[in-house]
T-cell receptor, first 115, second 114 residues
Framework: DVKVTQSSRYLVKRTGEKVFLECVQD?????MFWYRQDPGLGLRLIYF???????EKGDIPEGYSVSREKKERFSLILESASTNQTSMYLC??????????????FGEGSWLTVV | KQEVTQIPAALSVPEGENLVLNCSFT??????LQWFRQDPGKGLTSLLL?????REQTSGRLNASLDKSSGRSTLYIAASQPGDSATYLC?????????????FGTGTLLAVQP
């Protein structure tokens, strides 16, 4: 079974802190994604990566950055956390190749509260 | 810009009932459509993936259909059980520079009453 592991399930951080959310997948997937999920807004894509050291902005990249130094690991960084970044963060991964046949796999999510 | 809508936002049914969840999308040029289940406080679990060339997919009590021309998909759940209670989300994968992006609907919260 594909496993996408988010290292922190629940975090509470102070405004202005630098926050790292880590995600690891064990299936050698090329693509990795970070979404945030908010009530009434659904899932929104923050950043994604299709290869090591490659990244592309999603729909809401402001206030975030990412790092992909190894294929299995994709990190989301909040440079200076703000209260409007309080949310559930979901990491996901998928294969490339035949795009139309690729299922996307999600981690369990990280609940971040910024106070 | 692709938009995905799921109606109703919430649904409550008695156990044993057959039910249909709806998903509509504005741009019919899609690679595939995927249905997910999300339990409270958890991540998403993929249920069914329908490729753009397919009309439906089945897994156990679940059947998903796709009508690209009308921009609609339905998820049919037969003989619902309390364990089916969850939020169901659909997502479409489109064309464009970021071809791996999924656009999600906001989900339907399903409650199956025992």
């Amino acid at each position: 079974d594909v496993k996408v592991t988010q290292s922190s399930r629940y975090l509470v951080k102070r405004t202005g802190e630098k926050v790292f959310l880590e995600c690891v997948q064990d299936m050698d997937h090329e693509n990795m994604f970070w979404y945030r999920q908010d009530p009434g807004l659904g899932l929104r894509l923050i950043y994604f990566s299709y290869d090591v050291k490659m990244k592309e902005k999603g729909d809401i990249p402001e206030g975030y950055s990412v790092s992909r130094e190894k294929k299995e690991r994709f990190s989301l960084i909040l440079e200076s956390a703000s209260t409007n970044q309080t949310s559930m963060y979901l990491c996901a991964s998928s294969l490339t190749g035949q795009i139309s046949g690729n299922t996307i796999y999600f981690g369990e999510g990280s609940w971040l509260t910024v106070v | 810009k692709q938009e995905v809508t799921q109606i109703p936002a919430a649904l409550s049914v008695p156990e044993g009932e057959n039910l249909v969840l709806n998903c509509s999308f504005t741009d019919s040029a899609i690679y595939n459509l995927q249905w997910f289940r999300q339990d409270p406080g958890k991540g998403l679990t993929s249920l069914l993936l329908i490729q753009s060339s397919q009309r439906e997919q089945t897994s156990g009590r679940l059947n998903a259909s796709l009508d690209k021309s009308s921009g609609r998909s339905t998820l049919y759940i037969a003989a619902s059980q309390p364990g089916d209670s969850a939020t169901y989300l659909c997502a479409v994968r489109g064309y464009g520079g970021a071809t791996n992006k999924l656009i999600f609907g906001t989900g339907t919260l399903l409650a199956v009453q025992p």
